[in-house]
């Protein structure tokens, strides 16, 4: 039967190589049947007109022209008119990043405004060092890397490139000769690569919808709530290269796998312009560093912000959410935050409190203030239609405007009817701010939970004018409401945008439970009158909500602007922080949670995490318990349930259940480290750079990394945590990339470098309920507090709680880290400078200490008490001494442990001293101190000294 198949398949297989061949050849004529395509236009029909080169030392410019007739345009009605003329701007922004911008030269087109303030820390390159060519007829170009010769970036017609540019249709083909495509989002997925092994097409499309949670397979349709554009390509070298496409219009991104292991990638945009940027061959964390530094850096969330909290939909009343708090209380779990759904409000409306069933909920929130507690309510995008606020759109002005009414566009959400800020308006900031002053009257909430925010809206576009009479039971008749009269069919200019036929999620238009895309807003000229409707700006509400959310807080409340948002853009994580929305209670959406914290992280979001034991459908203890564990690091990490699910908190399951055990110690394992994990946050706001990131990205030339991408993640360059993410599982089996390793909390070496090892190690490790493995790579120091033993409650509590130095020691016996300090929550220490931070250095059985910036205010946690060293077998066991700035000698008690070469240094009781006031820690035989002081202060004063002394011996 075998023989007979091959003799049947043999000849067929190579038909298919014969039909695939000549599919590739036709390709740039456009036959590829992908979402979005529009067929009969050539693919590369735009030649640069003679002589329209423009020269500057780092800016080209050319003009293009349309060289084909239209050819019966097919779907033309919703393409639009071919632009005939066309401007490139080739730009070097500096010497990693290359930015292309085509417009067109005739009409003035919709481009995505600048949302975050704009940086000095780029320096551009003449244009003639940036590896850029081109050719005119048709117009195409490659771009090379200067450093290395390699050829990135191929947009030829050879090379199945492709330049498509209607009014409402862009298409931008491109090769890249990589390895492996990563990136797109946001999207569900379980594993990094874009493309699954066999798969010729892969189609990602990005617009924002309210779907939860669809699994991304690469046939297009799997949206969600945020569109980030930004794509990573794998070179051979090791190395990776980047494309950021600049556009909030839909779009599909399509992925073609080519037989010689390079890939094409086509952008297939409805609207605005082709605006990309190009990042050169760098290491990944360079990268990102790159990427965020363009779209803006992430903003540093309170410090109680990475605390543990709870929500649930569907808590009755007061009392409800008391029994939960109580429970945390009596079961001994760490609870910093309560998170209120829509429960609380009176009949689902913005800016109220229920005053039947939450009549109390002022004292309660006081109350959770009172023991170090904090509180964040739901606020949804749509404001009730005729309440106090939602009304101040009809006369005032301030929400997006119907193109059916002349009248605020009404759709529906949880309270029935609504109306939806428009935040290019002047009024809408003051009418939402004024909302939110109103609530914060009754409860005063510590940060706010932004929902519904793509925008979500229950009808299909818009609802009738009838819809407002909807108020009582909105989720039962909202969906059942019929569209708007003469909503389909007709092109006028009123609703020219409306229908669009590219499919999404769970409808076949992009007016599926989104707002009519011919929604108006508000335009000071003509440009922003023909541009700015819902259908270019409708990716980009969630961040702009964002954004004057967070100026609520800045500017009204005088406090650090804290919002989870779920829908998001590039540049969001300057603003907000973000959670992965409505998963599932089920063990893949868990592992894919770990995928959704790298993308978020990779796109400038690094406050981020998904509803640990899972939104939607029932958990179970053995799920439930293993969510805690993994949750638990979650850089948000808060327990979340759906109305009508199981409750599912620790103790849901069983007084002794192992939910219990696994929450209370995760938190608190993560808890020890926290000062870490906000010094990362410091670290990625003033640099770029990922809070929790993939350990490959950290070890690109070990291949077997990038198989645990999934099963172990890193927090920072230092600290790995592996979970059990498998039903049944109690063991996990850690890859550890050559060098030493430790466990973190118990300290023993988990394996050593080898100098005859060519590659690492992965070890079979026990994972219990009672603890999570969290392992620290050698050369690693970083601030640890016992959370577990002292039984912290509250993350206020680690500001005076004992902090050790922990110096994890690498294979040649150094070690370096960093930490900063900041009371927390108040607005802009760091621009400010109410900040503090530490960079500590090991090497020659030194400890030296670097306080790169200071000011007055002290915590009891940053005095000097313990340094442990791991790994200790080759340095020093007598003892050190300490060398403070102004010259005094503190000596410290050694004490060793064999067995886990573990050598710990006690500061002497009675003595105070702060860590800002050292300058070193010396290790030696006879503990003798070659003093190092480094700190400029101490420099200063030592001149002073000398000088005050050198005046008297001339005087």
Not at 725 to 750: R, T
Request: negative net charge; glycine residues 8%.
């Amino acid at each position: 039967e075998y023989q007979k198949m091959k003799e049947f398949l043999i000849p067929v297989f190579l038909l298919g190589l014969t039909l695939g061949g000549f599919y590739l050849y036709s390709y740039s004529d456009n036959k590829h049947p992908h979402l979005g395509d529009i067929p009969n236009v050539p693919g590369n029909a735009f030649d640069v007109v003679p002589n329209s080169l423009v020269k500057s030392t780092s800016q080209w410019s050319l003009k293009l022209q349309y060289n084909a007739p239209n050819t019966g345009l097919q779907n033309s009605q919703s393409a639009g008119a071919q632009v005939q003329n066309a401007r490139v701007l080739m730009t070097s922004i500096d010497k990693q990043i290359f930015h292309l911008k085509m417009t067109d030269d005739d009409t003035k087109r919709f481009e995505v405004p600048k949302f975050t303030p704009n940086t000095d820390e780029f320096s551009p390159i003449p244009m003639t060092e940036t590896g850029f060519t081109y050719q005119d007829t048709p117009f195409s170009f490659r771009l090379i890397d200067p450093d290395s010769g390699y050829q990135m970036f191929d947009t030829s017609t050879e090379k199945f490139g492709s330049l498509k540019f209607l009014d409402r249709y862009l298409e931008f083909g491109i090769n890249i000769q990589a390895t492996q495509i990563f990136g797109i989002g946001e999207k569900v997925t379980g594993s990094f690569e874009m493309t699954k092994p066999g798969q010729k097409y892969a189609t990602y499309t990005l617009w924002n919808e309210d779907v939860p949670s669809p699994y991304a397979n690469g046939k297009g349709g799997d949206n969600m709530y945020g569109s980030h554009a930004f794509i990573q390509a794998l070179l051979p070298s090791k190395k990776v290269a980047g494309i950021y496409f600049n556009n909030a219009n839909a779009m599909n991104i399509v992925i073609m796998t080519n037989d010689d292991g390079t890939y094409n990638i086509y952008f297939k945009a409805i609207g605005g312009i082709m605006d990309f940027y190009f990042f050169y061959p760098m290491t990944y964390p360079e990268l990102v560093k790159k990427y965020q530094t363009l779209i803006g850096k992430p903003y540093i969330p309170p410090f109680w912000s990475l605390g543990f909290g709870q929500g649930r939909y569907g808590w009755k009343d007061t009392q409800a959410v008391q029994d939960v708090i109580d429970g945390y209380k009596k079961y001994d779990i760490p609870l910093e935050i309560i998170w209120s759904d829509i429960d609380y409000m009176d009949k689902y409306a913005d800016f109220t409190v229920d005053p039947t069933y939450y009549n109390d909920f002022g004292a309660l929130v006081d109350k959770l203030h009172q023991n170090d507690q904090r509180f964040v309510p739901i606020i949804d995008a749509g404001m009730k239609y005729g309440s106090t606020f939602g009304s101040k759109c009809n006369t005032a002005g301030g929400c997006i405007t119907s193109a059916w009414t002349g009248k605020p566009l009404v759709g529906c959400v949880w309270p029935g009817a609504a109306v939806f800020p428009d935040w290019f308006h002047p009024d809408a900031a003051s009418i939402w701010h004024e909302g939110l002053a109103n609530l914060y009257q009754q409860i005063n909430f510590d940060g706010l939970w932004t929902d519904m925010n793509e925008v979500s809206n229950f009808c299909e576009g818009e609802c009738p004018s009838t819809a407002h009479q909807i108020i009582d039971e909105p989720t039962t008749y909202c969906h059942q409401l019929p569209a708007f009269s003469g909503a389909t069919g007709d092109n006028t200019a009123a609703h020219k945008y409306d229908n669009y036929p590219l499919l999404t999620g769970f409808g076949s238009t992009l007016n599926y439970k989104s707002l009519s895309l011919s929604g108006i807003h508000y335009a000071t000229n003509s440009y922003e009158e023909e541009h700015y409707t819902e259908y270019n700006l409708h990716n980009l509400w969630g961040m702009m909500e964002s954004i004057n959310t967070n100026s609520f807080f800045a500017k009204v409340l005088k406090k650090r602007p804290f919002m989870l948002t779920r829908s998001t853009f590039p540049g969001s994580g300057y603003w907000t922080s973000m959670w992965l929305g409505d998963n599932f209670s089920k063990w893949e959406y868990m592992r894919y949670s770990v995928m959704g914290l790298y993308s978020m992280n990779m796109f400038g979001v690094p406050h981020v995490g998904a509803d640990i034991c899972g939104f939607l459908s029932d958990s179970n203890e053995e799920l439930c318990s293993r969510w805690f564990q993994l949750g638990a690091f979650y850089t948000h990490s808060r327990n979340h349930d759906f109305k009508g699910s199981i409750d599912q908190y620790p103790w849901s399951f069983g007084s002794t259940g192992t939910t219990i055990t696994a929450a209370k110690n995760a938190i608190r394992q993560k808890y020890s480290i926290l000062w870490y994990m906000y010094t990362q946050f410091y670290e990625a706001h003033t640099n770029g750079g990922m809070v929790i990131q993939p350990p490959f990205f950290l070890f690109p030339e070990d291949d077997k990394m990038f198989t645990q991408t999934p099963f172990q993640f890193a927090i920072g360059d230092y600290v790995f945590v592996a979970p059990v993410l498998f039903k049944g599982g109690n063991i996990v089996i850690p890859y550890f990339p050559n060098g030493n390793w430790y466990d973190l909390y118990k300290h023993n070496i988990l394996t050593k470098y080898d100098s005859d090892a060519t590659t690492g190690k992965s070890m079979n490790l026990q994972a219990g309920f009672d603890y999570v493995n969290v392992q620290v790579r050698g050369g690693a120091i970083l601030p640890f507090q016992d959370a577990l033993g002292a039984n912290v409650y509250t993350t206020k509590e680690l500001y005076a709680l004992e902090m050790t130095l922990l110096v994890a020691l690498d294979h040649n016996n150094e070690a370096q880290g960093s930490l900063f300090v900041d009371d927390g929550e108040s607005v802009d220490t760091v621009a400010s400078g109410n900040y503090r931070y530490y960079k500590f250095d090991f090497k020659d059985n030194s400890l030296t200490v670097l306080v790169e910036h200071d000011f007055s205010t002290h915590y009891q946690f940053e005095m000097v008490t313990t340094v442990t060293f791991l790994g200790a077998a080759k340095i020093p066991l007598n003892g050190g001494c300490m060398q403070s700035i102004d010259g005094q000698k503190y000596g410290m008690v050694a004490s060793y442990d064999g067995q886990l070469e573990v050598l710990t240094l006690t500061h002497k009781q009675g003595v105070s001293v702060h860590w800002s006031d050292i300058v070193s820690i010396s290790l030696s035989e006879t503990c003798q101190i070659a003093c190092q002081v480094i700190e400029l202060r101490t420099v200063t004063k030592l001149f002073m000294n000398w000088f005050s002394q050198f005046l008297l011996l001339i005087l």
